[in-house]
C-alpha cells in the first residue's frame, strides 16, 4: 500500500531516525518504521533520501510504500515500509495545512499523567504514542555531565506543568550543542510529543520529538 505522509518529526533514534507524519488524506498519524529489531525499527539515514536525492525534510509530503501495519499495544501508530523501494517527494506542506488536515490533538494530559514517563503497568493509560499539541511557557534546558549532554524542555499544557521532557529532535540538539547551560525560550508552542518503546528499566519515555514554526 502507498500513502502519501505529511513528514512531522525528524529525530534521533538509536543509530537511526524515528519518522512520523500524519496521512494527507485520512489526516491519522502514521509511524513509520523499518524490519531492524535491533535498532527499535528506526528508519536509517539512506533511506531518508527521496527520488530528487535531497534527503525528507519536516514538512515534506512524501509517497511511501507500506508494506502492512503493526500495530502495538503503546504505538498503534506503526506501519512497516517497503525498505526497497524509494520514498518519491510529492511536494510541501506548512503548519496550517497541517492544523486544518489534522488539527490538534484533544488529550486531556501529555500521554495519560504530568510524569516525563510512563511505568509499565500506566501504559493503559494513553491510546496514542504520537500527539501534536499547543502548549504554554515552554522552554528548553542545556545540562552539561562529564558523560553527557542533556537537552530536555519544560511547558505547560492545561494548566498543568511539565518538567524535563528529553528532546530527540536531531537538529535542536546540534543548534543548542554549543549553547551555555541554561534555559532558553522555544519561540513556538506547537510541538509533536512522542512515547518511546519499552526501556530496560520497564517504562515508557515521554518525548519531544519535533518543534513545529
Request: charged content about 30%.
Amino acid at each position: 500500500m502507498k500513502k502519501e505522509i505529511i513528514i512531522l518529526t525528524k529525530s534521533d533514534k538509536r543509530a537511526g531516525y524515528c519518522i512520523a507524519g500524519i496521512d494527507k488524506e485520512t489526516g491519522e498519524w502514521v509511524r513509520v518504521i523499518s524490519s531492524n529489531w535491533m535498532t527499535e525499527h528506526a528508519v536509517p539515514g539512506s533511506d531518508l533520501v527521496c527520488d530528487d536525492g535531497k534527503e525528507v525534510d519536516i514538512y515534506d509530503v512524501v509517497e511511501i510504500e507500506f508494506i502492512k501495519a503493526v500495530p502495538t499495544n503503546v504505538q498503534p501508530e506503526n506501519y512497516l515500509y517497503n525498505e526497497k523501494a524509494k520514498w518519491k517527494k510529492k511536494g510541501k506542506s506548512n503548519l496550517d495545512e497541517v492544523l486544518w488536515i489534522h488539527g490538534y490533538d484533544n488529550a486531556d494530559y501529555v500521554f495519560g499523567n504530568t510524569q516525563n514517563r510512563l511505568e509499565g503497568n500506566e501504559a493503559y493509560l494513553t491510546e496514542s504514542s504520537l500527539l501534536m499539541l499547543k502548549v504554554d511557557n515552554s522552554r528548553y534546558n542545556v545540562k552539561r555531565f562529564p558523560e553527557r549532554t542533556l537537552f530536555q524542555m519544560n511547558f505547560s499544557y492545561k494548566k498543568e506543568e511539565y518538567s524535563f521532557f528529553k528532546i530527540t529532535q536531531k537538529d535542536l540538539k546540534e543548534k543548542y550543542s554549543a549553547k551555555a547551560d541554561g534555559w532558553y525560550p522555544t519561540g513556538t508552542d506547537t510541538f509533536v510529543f512522542s512515547l518511546t518503546d519499552k526501556y530496560k528499566d520497564g517504562r515508557y519515555y515521554k518525548v519531544v520529538a519535533q518543534a513545529l514554526m
